[in-house]
């Protein structure tokens, strides 16, 4: 199954203002840069034709796989001046690099690569800068069995903000949490069947126009998972991830466990999507 990958955004919350800024997929977690981690863990379940939607820091991306060194995670033999590799990360991976606009919406890099995946029954996608542990087999048959047309992973709220209610003169009548709240958020991990072209407008986004218009439909299903989910939208979070990584803290790394974690998932059918 092909995995569709938006690695073109600015990644501003990320960026720290020099000039050799990198694009967010490319910041480091460990010896390797977040947006491996992503492919790492698609390729865990067998799904190594992978489609990059580029646009800033293009020439960073396609640097780095042009010139990747596999001795980085993998063991080897140097012998007689020649490396012999013990095991390999990305000699069975396909990458096509598309260049999908400087200043494309999610929706628009998506119909910019179209022509590699409208022939496919389904298709997998996601933002490029959120780690996992999700169980991606059974996103799959999830859609597969529902007959629905898209799914979307959603986790419960991470904002640490509360809410507050206010009354008459201006009284507090209650404060919650936001994480405690019924409430869902994108988690960004799709499976999608070509379908989803239908509703994407050019210039639009795939989640305010494509999932809403399924979800309109009945069409959308979610995937609510309350296991590890971590974002690296900002300098914050990636630290936080680079911390876990140097401490041995890796749920995400699916490839370096002997046994799978027992999903923590129910299903629910969107009806709207905000």
Aim: aromatic letters at 10%; hydrophobic letters at 40%.
């Amino acid at each position: 199954m092909k995995v569709v990958l938006f690695c073109g955004g600015y990644g501003m919350r990320m960026r720290t203002g020099s000039a050799d800024d990198l694009p967010k997929p490319m910041h480091p977690v460990g010896p390797r840069p977040l947006l491996w981690h992503v492919m790492r863990y698609y390729a865990h379940f067998g799904h190594t034709d992978f489609v990059l939607c580029l646009g800033y820091g293009a020439q960073y991306i396609k640097d780095y796989f042009l010139h990747y060194s596999e001795a980085a995670s993998n063991d080897f033999v140097l012998r007689g001046g020649k490396v012999e590799l013990l095991s390999s990360d990305i000699s069975d991976w396909t990458i096509t690099f598309v260049n999908t606009g400087q200043d494309s919406p999610i929706g628009e890099r998506l119909r910019r690569v179209r022509h590699l995946v409208e022939d496919e029954e389904m298709f997998l996608a996601n933002y490029a800068d959120v780690l996992t542990d999700a169980p991606l087999d059974d996103m799959v048959e999830r859609v597969r069995s529902s007959g629905a047309a898209a799914s979307m992973m959603v986790v419960p709220p991470q904002q640490s903000f509360h809410c507050v209610e206010v009354g008459d003169e201006g009284r507090v009548s209650g404060i919650t949490a936001v994480s405690s709240l019924p409430l869902w958020e994108n988690g960004g991990y799709f499976v999608l069947r070509p379908e989803v072209f239908d509703h994407l407008p050019p210039k639009g986004d795939l989640v305010e126009d494509g999932c809403g218009a399924l979800a309109k439909q009945g069409r959308l299903i979610a995937y609510p998972y309350k296991g590890f989910w971590q974002p690296a939208d900002t300098v914050k979070e990636r630290a936080a991830l680079e911390r876990d990584y140097a401490a041995g803290d890796r749920p995400w790394m699916l490839w370096e466990r002997e046994e799978e974690p027992e999903a923590q998932v129910e299903v629910l059918r969107l009806s709207g999507v905000r």
